[in-house]
């Protein structure tokens, strides 16, 4: 019987991504919860803390001050802002006003907070790392010292500082030699600091490099693995994203994954460029590009097998990998992702199925790639965790022309199974992708 399969739409790679748009033959049901806008102005770099039941956020300098501020309630809102928290500016000694980024602010032990702030170094005219006290998240903070924390000329200054705190106690500070400014490669360093943040206290040990832009790095510890997300791309526009790498330990070896976790792209659009995202509990607060600003989006962040997974950004698994009845794999399917799908779901018994992640319950969008042939609309039924939700048709469009089909699920919080079975006429399948 002739062959069916489910196609690759979108490929993504470590620190670039593509999508092509939907053909008026791809079937679109949305049910996706993307990413909430909660500050509809500029507000970029995002760094998110909790202080007794109130959430602070700082941005990088704009027309609002040196280091904007804003608070809330709840992590989505009302936002309001509050002004400058480093309304002084930074610190006299070494660094002029107009390009003080990416701040980060960390509660200390004693009560106060420590702000780690990027500059622009006088001396140089490069970028580099200092750092200032408050008694208070709103500020204001006051600089520490007549130098810089951090300012590695010979490797293009320093930027993008964030405070991450192992398990066990010991804190340490995230930052990148800003190598894209002279021509060398940036690296994601970590340096372990005071229990303040104030000063450092040891050697510098480099976590991942790359020839082109990896910056904003953010460090979570989880029960089997350090997982390192990185903004990567031009930050001037919609190519800008998120990503991350794992690691056993934090000496490495760090592999850098399959496919970023946040592109415009897996978004479908709705926030251009994500990045400088910062990784709070469950949940993600990551800048976008809206009309010549980047405004604060907020969305649920959720872990599968200490692997993270962010609601309305495309989950793709691919189906030839999952559990098979009565049909098999079929390999060296011309242009399926990775060359194999699920085909010859010819038989009432016959069926797919996979498992996801969901880090809500709630609705969500199943995309299927398949490939149909047969010259009508075929359809599978869609069974999740062991209930019928309809089925997903399959407009006709040849074998190994491959599609995009979508349906709307409603799944449990933590993990599910989404099973395909036979439906009617025949189409094989090659991924599914979960938004």
């Known amino acids: 019987m002739r062959r069916r399969v489910l196609a690759a739409l979108v490929v993504l790679t470590a620190l670039a991504t593509a999508i092509s748009p939907a053909t008026a033959a791809e079937q679109r049901t949305t049910a996706a919860v993307f990413p909430t806008a909660v500050i509809g102005e500029d507000f970029p770099d995002p760094d998110v803390i909790q202080v007794n039941g109130t959430w602070y956020a700082y ?3 704009n027309g609002r001050g040196h280091v904007p501020t804003a608070s809330a309630p709840s992590a989505n809102g009302p936002w309001t802002i509050r002004g400058d928290a480093m309304s002084g500016g930074p610190s006299a000694g070494w660094a002029q006003s107009g390009r003080t980024w990416a701040p980060d602010v960390h509660p200390n032990p004693d009560g106060s907070f420590t702000l780690t702030y990027t500059a622009w170094h006088k001396a140089s005219g490069r970028q580099c790392i200092g750092v200032a006290t408050a008694s208070s998240p709103l500020g204001p903070f006051s600089p520490v010292g007549s130098q810089p924390l951090i300012c590695p000329l010979n490797l293009g200054g320093a930027i993008d500082a964030n405070t991450f705190v192992a398990n066990d106690g010991t804190r340490y500070l995230l930052w990148k030699n800003d190598g894209n400014a002279i021509g060398v490669n940036s690296t994601l360093w970590l ?3 005071t229990n303040n943040g104030t000063a450092l206290t040891g050697g510098n040990t480099a976590l991942i490099s790359s020839g082109g832009v990896i910056e904003a790095p953010d460090l979570v510890q989880r029960g089997s693995q350090y997982v390192l997300f990185y903004s990567g791309g031009s930050y001037t526009g919609c190519e800008y994203l998120t990503s991350y790498a794992v690691a056993p330990s934090l000496n490495g070896p760090w592999t850098t994954a399959y496919r970023p976790l946040m592109t415009t792209a897996s978004f479908d659009n709705r926030v251009c460029g994500p990045g400088g995202a910062d990784f709070v509990g469950d949940k993600v607060f990551l800048h976008g590009w809206v009309n010549g600003s980047r405004h604060l989006y907020v969305a649920d962040l959720g872990w599968a097998g200490d692997f993270p997974v962010v609601r309305g950004s495309r989950v793709r698994t691919e189906a030839e990998r999952g559990t098979l009845n ?11 992702s990775q060359g194999a799908v699920a085909a010859y779901i010819d038989f009432a018994d016959s069926w797919v199925e996979n498992t996801f992640y969901a880090p809500r319950a709630g609705s969500y969008t199943l995309s299927v790639g398949y490939a149909n042939g047969t010259g009508g609309t075929a359809t599978h039924g869609v069974v999740v965790n062991g209930n019928s939700q309809g089925a997903v048709s399959y407009p ?3 074998w190994d022309n491959w599609r995009q089909a979508s349906v709307s699920v409603t799944l449990n919080e933590g993990w599910n199974t989404i099973r395909l079975t036979k439906g009617t006429s025949y189409a094989e399948v090659d991924y599914f992708e979960l938004q």
């Open 59 to 61: 941005s990088t300098n």
């Open 191 to 193: 340096t372990r600091t």
């Open 326 to 336: 009565n049909c098999r794999v079929r390999t060296g399917a011309a242009g399926a």
């Open 396 to 398: 006709a469009a040849g």
